[in-house]
């Protein structure tokens, strides 16, 4: 059974950084796409960051990028998300994905986490 559970989040303030992690059992995250997602309240969910098997890194956006780091320890099963210079802006929900297709689309994604909720407050 695949299971990715999520931990890291919280309240904080605008400016604050917060460190996301994402534990996986049931599955190698060096055989798969990983990537970070959120859902802000009332809205979409949307991509912020993914990494490949070997490693490679892709963000949504410069912002994202200037702001946010996904990383991951094959050994630890585990995946990342450092967040710096919090916004009320990045209120929402955090999810991570598990895949083997693409990086950007939520159909790429076989297997969610249920979240960890960031509260970002001014």
């Known amino acids: 059974q695949v299971q990715l559970v999520e931990s890291g989040g919280g309240a904080v303030q605008t400016g604050d950084s917060l460190k996301l992690s994402c534990v996986v059992s049931?599955?190698?995250?060096?055989?798969?796409?990983m990537g970070w997602f959120r859902q802000a309240p009332g809205k979409g969910r949307e991509m912020l960051a993914a990494?490949?098997?070997?490693?490679?890194?892709?963000y949504n956006g410069d912002a994202t990028k200037d702001r946010f780091a996904i990383s991951k320890d094959d050994v630890g099963n585990t995946v990342f998300l450092q967040m710096n210079s919090l916004t009320p802006e990045d209120t929402a929900k955090y999810y991570c994905?598990?895949?083997?297709?693409?990086?950007?689309?939520?159909?790429?994604?076989?297997?969610w986490g249920q979240g960890t909720s960031v509260t970002v407050s001014s």
């Open positions: 994905a598990a895949g083997t297709g693409g990086v950007w689309a939520e159909r790429d994604y076989r297997y």
């Open positions: 049931g599955l190698m995250v060096k055989n798969y796409v």
């Open positions: 990494i490949t098997e070997r490693g490679g890194l892709n």
